[in-house]
């Protein structure tokens, strides 16, 4: 498996391969750039296919961090760690125990947190053997609601800047993904009088949005292609590659799912097909937002960097239609013209 020529290692400062042989634990924590502060990034637990699949993963993620802590306006750097296992099952105390002990002799160079397949009593174990965890229980709590909203916020950015509307009333909008974040998504939406089409593998989910916000229901394929103005992915990955690209008919893609590119030329197909992308990461950073004021939370003021997110993206969308460069390039830039300005 290449390693530094990786194509996903992009300079990473330090990676580390933990094997503890009493709990099982394998993972990987990657710290990518701490120019801005400590590494600030969650921790994923997944039964990955294979290792370089898992390696893949930490280093894009961990990459990820560190342009949305910049443009989010934090003092963190970006890192992120991955346990390679099934959350179902192989979750023991000992298991976040150990990978405590292995975030803990990074010094606090890297702070982990809950990500997908772990919960906050999982991070609370962990916690145990390092004070270097965020996300705490009877701290900032929940981060979904504040991604939530940044996302919804997205959206009318993305609306305004296309559109020229400040509303959303009768706007469509196909969300995949109906959990933490995708839910209270929804409920913003139906306040502002859109109208929605949503799938998920949870039933009762979907009836509960049926139901509760007027959705409409529809197959877990059949999402790509409705006749709605933005699509909003919510769940997996990657939906943005080479076979759902030609099924959609939404002008807009703004979710909050990570790494919703599969490949970073999919940014320019978007672009070449009049599709405004609203780049993943920063529209998805309530979340570690609200975590940045853990030490002192106030709501209020959360709230209030939460809600800055539009004018980034406003910002974003002007620069790409000026200078011919996607979306996603523009917010590279500015995330890395972030970090320069520290570095010197
Ligand atoms: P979650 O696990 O609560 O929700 C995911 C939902 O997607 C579940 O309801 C699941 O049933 C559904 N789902 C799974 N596969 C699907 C498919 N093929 N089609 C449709 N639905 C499917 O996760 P979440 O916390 O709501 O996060 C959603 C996404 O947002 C993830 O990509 C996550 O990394 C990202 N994100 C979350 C936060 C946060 O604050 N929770 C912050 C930043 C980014």
Redesign the pocket.
């Known amino acids: 498996m290449a390693f530094f020529s990786h194509p996903s290692f992009d300079q990473h400062e330090k990676v580390l391969f933990v094997n503890d042989k009493e709990s099982g634990l394998k993972a990987i924590i990657a710290v990518h750039d701490t120019t801005l502060g400590p590494a600030v990034g969650g921790c994923r637990m997944w039964p990955y296919a294979n290792e370089e699949e898992a390696l893949n993963d930490v280093l894009r993620l961990s990459r990820g961090m560190t342009y949305k802590n910049a443009l989010a306006g934090l003092d963190f750097g970006g890192g992120k760690s991955v346990i390679i296992g099934d959350p179902k099952h192989d979750k023991s105390e000992a298991l976040f125990r150990a990978f405590g002990r292995a975030v803990d002799a990074l010094g606090g160079r890297y702070y982990s947190a809950e990500?997908?397949g772990i919960n906050t009593g999982d991070i609370m174990m962990a916690h145990q053997e390092t004070p270097y965890m965020a996300g705490l229980e009877g701290k900032s709590g929940d981060?979904?609601p504040?991604?939530a909203l940044g996302t919804f916020l997205g959206i009318k950015a993305a609306i305004k800047h296309q559109r020229g509307l400040d509303s959303l009333e009768g706007i469509r909008v196909a969300v995949?993904?109906?959990?933490?974040?995708?839910y209270y998504l929804c409920e913003h939406l139906h306040q502002a009088g859109a109208k929605l089409v949503v799938?998920?593998?949870?039933p009762e989910?979907l009836d509960r949005a049926a139901t509760q916000l007027g959705a409409e229901v529809v197959d877990?394929d059949a999402?790509y292609s409705q006749d709605v103005d933005v699509y909003a992915p919510?769940?997996?990955?990657a939906t943005i590659n080479d076979h759902t690209l030609p099924q959609l008919k939404a002008s807009i893609v703004a979710g909050?799912?990570?790494n919703q590119l599969a490949e970073p030329r999919h940014g320019q197909a978007l672009k070449e097909r009049g599709i405004l992308y609203a780049p993943d990461y920063v529209i998805?950073a309530?979340?570690?937002i609200n975590v940045s004021f853990e030490r002192d939370y106030d709501a209020a003021a959360s709230e209030a960097k939460v809600r800055k997110i539009y004018d980034t993206l406003l910002a974003i969308f002007a620069e790409s239609d000026k200078s011919g460069q996607t979306t996603g390039e523009v917010a590279d830039h500015m995330a890395q013209a972030i970090i320069e300005g520290a570095r010197k």
Do not use: K, Y
């Open positions: 990500d997908v981060p979904s504040f991604t995949q993904g109906l959990g933490h974040v995708g799938c998920d593998l949870n989910q877990l999402i919510c769940a997996l990955g909050c799912a990570n998805n309530g979340g570690i």
